[in-house]
């Protein structure tokens, strides 16, 4: 019987990171190499580079792919590329990659809901659909998406936002119920509010940064590397009986 410990393990598992240049992406990234994951991240810029040379120099087994996920075609051949530089193989995918536009909804330009909802949400459902594909096939894998607070509480002046969230969230459900009896757990992390370049607005926002930090009973702003301990667990063997979960990592926010 494997000890408590060992079904944390995922030394020597494979996986990919979208969004993992920066933010989120980024402490989920570290998470998975700390725990000896050999891992591919995703980013739309040169950064992504960077950030692997970053990761290389302190002994993990990275590597990069820069891609532009509002383009479809580009969502697609950089999941290739990762998988051919992961040996033809993945064991975890989480799609982190994400951007926010604001806007009343009644002046929200058409073509910033085109973008938001290409990269939150179309291409969360490629690169899902093309993981699950390879999963299939081996009857084992590890979908981790992003949700977020919004699902709960719909927002405000982020309607392409809370909409792709929305559909990330119902999104993870469904494919549980698709692919969980063939062996592949896919679940959600909803980040609460979080120190990132996203939030960055609000955190030095007087009024409304005052008042997201008196509901939070943590008595602090979220940081990339809270998200490290949900990601091994929904990463491991840990969480082989969970499917369909959206946890929220959010300092009690929920909850007050």
Not at 6 to 21: E, L, Q
Not at 91 to 98: E, F, K, N, S, V
Not at 119 to 138: R, T, Y
Not at 161 to 181: C, I
Request: proline share 3%; net charge negative; glycine share 12%.
């Amino acid at each position: 019987m494997n000890s408590i410990y060992d079904i944390f393990r995922i030394d020597g598992k494979k996986a990919i990171v979208t969004g993992g240049t920066r933010g989120l992406g980024h402490g989920m990234a570290e998470g998975l190499m700390e725990a000896g994951c050999e891992t591919v991240i995703i980013g739309s810029s040169d950064a992504v580079f960077a950030s692997r040379d970053e990761f290389a120099a302190r002994g993990f087994t990275c590597h990069a792919v820069k891609a532009d996920l509002r383009n479809r075609a580009e969502v697609f051949s950089s999941f290739d590329q990762a998988v051919d530089l992961l040996g033809g193989d993945i064991d975890i995918l989480c799609t982190a990659a994400g951007i926010q536009r604001r806007h009343s909804a009644e002046v929200f330009p058409l073509d910033e809901w085109d973008e938001v909802l290409n990269i939150n949400l179309h291409a969360v459902f490629i690169q899902c659909q093309k993981a699950g594909q390879i999963m299939l096939k081996k009857g084992r894998g590890k979908i981790i998406n992003i949700s977020s607070m919004v699902c709960h509480f719909g927002g405000q002046t982020v309607p392409a936002y809370t909409a792709a969230k929305g559909g990330v969230t119902q999104l993870t459900r469904e494919l549980s119920n698709d692919w969980f009896g063939r062996g592949i757990n896919v679940n959600a992390i909803a980040p609460g509010y979080m120190h990132t370049d996203m939030c960055d607005a609000l955190v030095h926002d007087p009024e409304r940064g005052q008042q997201i930090m008196a509901r939070i009973p943590a008595g602090r702003w979220g940081k990339p590397q809270d998200m490290k301990g949900a990601t091994i667990f929904l990463a491991s063997s840990a969480s082989d009986y969970l499917g369909g979960a959206i946890i929220p990592v959010d300092g009690g926010y929920l909850v007050k």
